[in-house]
Nanobody
Framework: VQLQASGGGSVQAGGSLRLSCASS????????MSWFRQAPGNEREFVAA????????YYADSVKGRFTISRDIAKGTVYLQMSSLKPEDTAIYYC?????????????????WGQGTQVTVSS
């Protein structure tokens, strides 16, 4: 399974971006998918996840209320709508998928990774 992340760019604080993660396997509806990010000098951190059934979503406290994760099963694509962006959101954003349908926040539990897309927020 290959994941292709896109949609990153440079925006000013308060702006919005939408990231996309396309899967090479369209039938990804039963798998948990997440977004992580990594800023220079920092460890990769969990941002948001979407599971099966509902679907269930979960967010890091730092992005709750500003970011929304969603999925289009027919297109095999997961999105991350980011609003009210802050300079501290600057990072490389990675999408990840699990063989399991359950959500986790640990990067070690994810089986598939996209290549990352850069998001830069200026003040």
């Amino acid at each position: 399974v290959q994941l292709q992340a896109s949609g990153g760019g440079s925006v000013q604080a308060g702006g919005s971006l939408r990231l996309s993660c396309a899967s090479s396997r369209r039938t990804f509806s039963n798998n948990a998918m997440s977004w992580f990010r990594q800023a220079p000098g920092n460890e990769r951190e969990f941002v948001a996840a979407i599971g099966w059934g509902g679907p269930t979503t979960y967010y890091a406290d730092s992005v709750k209320g500003r970011f929304t994760i969603s999925r289009d099963i027919a297109k095999g694509t997961v999105y991350l709508q980011m609003s009210s962006l802050k300079p501290e959101d600057t990072a490389i954003y990675y999408c990840a998928g699990r063989r399991s349908a359950s959500i986790t926040t640990s990067a070690r539990t994810y089986d598939y990774w996209g290549q990352g897309t850069q998001v830069t927020v200026s003040s």
